[in-house]
């Protein structure tokens, strides 16, 4: 299931992992709840965080904060929630609402990945949809307290964004086992797929290792490259990309649709000049080729891509790997 997911657009979301909420003494804690309990996931959350952090997966964390006075739920006939804790939880400005230590110092490491929330869902009246957008996140994995509170409306809001959902079963914890077990099953029916903090580390690793992310492009070499043209452009309909010349100075068009065209095709030679794929590490996969004793054409280089090296396959056609924003 997370072979259909892509590291580059998946980030963590880990909510409300607060005093108020696993700390003994934080006000679930002074009204009777078992925060031990609730506690258990601290040290999982922690390792799947510095996974993470470590992949430059980014790591969004959520504090729910309250105010003494709220005239919104103030306005409410029937109790709320916080009716049933000895205190409103996660005062502003309180150590009830602070990350607790175990974890602070990672939520610390980029202070902008904090949102803070008023109500159970992350995403109601937050800016975390366009934090999301912002860093090109298509799939959640989603960990945090407290089950069928602000994790489960968080998942559901997530699920209504069409964003891809993974539940980390051993990084969340509830205040019911048995609500728990109720919702795993609604959540896997309805709204996510559901996985282990190993199942995420082990995926982080193979996505991590050299790889090619996807295609690229082709390059092809024509004899007449206006009549080459105008036969993809007139009778194909593509379009041509402002694209940079190439370093040995040949004639070039590129198409939106992910070939080029390049002058120097003579009667009977080969047509494609190479093909090029984008890469996640390119400096490993030159080691990796380097020691499997595959031929180079041309080592690390800044290409008009990123950073680049041409190797040969087995049979003898040049492949182009590239890295987007990497540099020599």
């Not at 795993?184 to 282990?196: D, I």
Request: charged content about 25%; some cysteine; aromatic content about 8%.
């Amino acid at each position: 299931m997370l072979d259909d997911i892509e590291l580059k657009t998946a980030a963590l979301l880990v909510i409300d992992m607060q005093n108020a909420f696993i700390h003994e003494k934080g006000t679930l804690g002074v009204s009777g709840v078992d925060t031990k309990r609730l506690a258990t996931i601290i040290p999982a959350v922690r390792k799947l965080v510095e996974g993470c952090q470590a992949a430059t997966i980014p790591v969004i964390w959520t504090v729910q904060e309250h105010f003494a006075v709220d005239a919104s739920r103030a306005r409410k006939k029937l109790a709320a929630h916080t009716a049933r804790r000895k205190q409103v939880s996660a005062l502003a400005g309180s150590w009830d609402e602070e990350i607790v230590d175990e974890l602070k110092t990672l939520a610390a490491v980029n202070p902008s990945y904090v949102v803070r929330k008023h109500r159970f869902g992350a995403f109601f009246e937050t800016r975390l949809d366009m934090l999301l957008r912002m860093l090109g996140t298509r799939t959640l994995f989603i960990v945090g307290t407290t089950t069928n509170a602000c994790v489960e409306t968080s998942i559901r809001e997530a699920y209504l964004r069409d964003f891809d959902s993974v539940a980390v079963l051993d990084c969340i914890s509830g205040v019911n086992s048995d609500w728990e077990q109720s919702a795993q099953k609604v959540w896997k029916q309805y709204f996510c797929e559901t996985a282990n903090s190993s199942d995420v580390l082990s995926w982080i690793e193979a996505q991590s290792a050299p790889r090619a992310l996807g295609y690229g492009h082709m390059l092809l070499m024509v004899q007449d490259m206006k009549q080459s043209v105008d036969f993809y452009v007139e009778q194909l309909g593509f379009r041509i990309r402002p694209a940079k010349p190439l370093a040995d100075g040949r004639s070039f068009t590129a198409f939106r649709q992910g070939i080029a065209l390049v002058a120097g095709r003579e009667e009977g030679h080969r047509q494609v000049d190479h093909i090029a794929f984008e890469v996640n590490d390119v400096r490993k996969m030159r080691d990796r080729l380097k020691r499997a004793n595959i031929r180079f054409f041309q080592d690390l280089h800044n290409g008009p891509y990123g950073l680049t090296v041409y190797v040969a396959d087995p049979d003898g056609t040049k492949v182009e790997l590239y890295e987007v924003g990497a540099t020599a």
